[in-house]
């Protein structure tokens, strides 16, 4: 289990998928860091619903799973995919200030010094 925050950016259309009706939605947040990150997360069947309460603009933090799987191609060669599907979603009231180093210097008084 891990967690992901940022702002959302794109929120897809849901859409359904083979013969049972999977459903599958895109969902985009970008971190606020100093390199900010575009992070697509899939949320699946009924965890579709989750996302109707959030809106472009929103910042949020998401409960993922990562998923992976292999898939052979016709050549024989061997692919791998990984994705982050999203399980629990909550409204970030104010966004993650990015991280910054911070030096901190102690400064000694050379009349303060005491030698034990």
């Known amino acids: ?5 940022g702002k959302v950016i794109v929120i897809g259309e849901i859409k359904e998928f083979g013969a049972k009706g999977f459903q599958k939605q895109d969902f985009v947040i970008e971190t606020e860091e100093k ?7 899939e949320f699946q069947q009924d965890n579709c619903d989750l996302t109707k309460p959030f809106k472009v603009g929103d910042n949020v933090r998401i409960g993922i799973n990562i998923r992976g799987r292999a898939w052979d191609n016709p050549q024989g060669e061997t692919k791998y ?9 909550a409204e970030q009231e104010t966004a993650p200030a990015p991280f910054q ?3 901190v210097e102690n400064k000694v008084d050379e009349d ?4 034990f």
């Open 81 to 89: 995919f990984n994705s982050l599907v999203g399980w629990r979603i």
């Open 1 to 5: 289990m891990s967690e992901v925050s």
């Open 101 to 103: 180093n911070t030096v």
């Open 35 to 41: 390199y900010p990150q575009s992070i697509l997360i």
């Open 112 to 115: 303060d010094f005491l030698p």
